[in-house]
């Protein structure tokens, strides 16, 4: 239990940092004049990045141990606020994407060091019996998010307070100071790596994992798409006059919202196992209701996208249903989330954890990606209406992949 709050608390502290960073960038280039399109580049790298590393890192934490990925997880993102700091208002658009870009990339690193360790953690450490992995997992990743909402929360009020390099400078501060005391009180008790560990074993040939895997692009693209830039720009549009007081009342309600999506978000999926009846299912009961909630979640994007399509210019009745509606996909889309990190742990053994939970979290990442690219593209195309089609789309094709999947006992 020591471990595991160990663990639960470095994890808080990082996607506190995590939040409050893609709020202060996205907020501060928006209001440099950035395009959608140029705003979703500033994330593609952070998203490339975190594909790359969770296929690696399983490999690394199998061969040199937890503690270590987890620590470098921390410590890398110091780095890229610091960085980041350095950034010069006076640089041409082209030279502060690039740089925006590197640094973002190296975020989108240490942001999947710490997931694949925190959740790999998990599974070695949650008790087996009366659902407690799914318990235990389902408080990490909830709590986590929860936290990361209090982030983007964080984030609007700092750049509205501080500025942007001011901002930058307190978050590098307080997450330095966090990593020493973690590092002081980690209790010992997590795996210190094997030098056997081949990098060939991240693939899995598990049918069930690499069906989870896609159903997990398409379910995480489909939230991107709307969520990293779409849906920010269109409430901009809506809450600011174009003042400078205009820009930092819009900061806070922006960031409220997403605040209060992403705690929603994580407070549904820490009460995932309690929504399906966890403790009175098997696994294989719980594979069976996998597809069903894709579906249900499937039918909330597409609804919005037609009245984003009845109403082509911001309108008041359109921001209110848009509000309601993606409270809504928030809280469906948490039991979905959760209940896929349940399913990847149950999938794996003791010794291919963090091998499994790395190929998981790059397609994790890889959705992102593809709903951070797509996000930039479809609103600038099409804008809402376009944007939103388009998650459904991904909401569907997630729950095709998730019908694939079987009983473990069913071969």
Known sequence: MSAYIAVTAAYWAFMLSDGALRMLVLLHFHTLGFSPVQLAYLFVLYEIAGMITN??????????????????????????????AQLDPGWAI????AYVMCVQGASGVAKDLAKMSSKSAVKLLAPREGAGLFRWVAVLTGSKNAVKGVGFLLGAALLAGLGFAGAVWVMAAVLTAILLAVALAMPPGLPRGRKG?????????????????????????????????????????????????????????????????????????AAAPRVLRAASRD????????????????????????????????????????????????????????????????FTRDERVTMDVGFYYMANAGGRLIGTVLSGLTY???????????????????????????PVSAG
């Open 94 to 97: 082209g030279v502060s994407v």
């Open 380 to 406: 600038q195309a099409g804008g809402l209406a376009l944007t939103l089609g388009v998650a459904a789309v991904m909401v569907a094709l997630s729950a095709l992949a998730a019908g694939r999947l079987r």
């Open 55 to 84: 296929l690696s890192a399983g490999w690394i934490a199998a061969r040199f141990g937890l503690t270590a990925t987890l620590y470098a997880g921390l410590g890398i993102q110091v780095l890229a606020l610091l960085a980041l």
């Open 197 to 269: 560990a081949k990098f060939s074993e991240v693939f899995s040939d598990s049918a069930n994992v690499n069906w989870l895997s896609a159903a997990r692009v398409f379910l995480f693209g489909a939230r991107d798409v709307w969520f990293v830039v779409g849906i920010p720009i269109y409430f901009y549009a809506v809450l600011s006059d174009g003042s400078e007081a205009g820009n930092r009342a819009a900061f806070f309600l922006i960031g409220s919202f997403m605040a209060v999506w992403i705690i929603l978000y994580g407070a549904v999926q």
């Open 283 to 346: 696994e294989g009961a719980l594979i069976a209701v996998a597809r069903g909630w894709a579906l249900v979640l499937c039918v909330v994007p597409g609804g919005l996208a037609v009245a984003a399509w009845l109403a082509p210019q911001p309108a008041g009745w359109l921001t209110v249903v848009l509000v309601a509606g993606l409270l809504a996909f928030g809280a469906i889309f948490a039991v979905n989330s959760s209940l896929h990190s349940y399913l990847i742990l149950a």
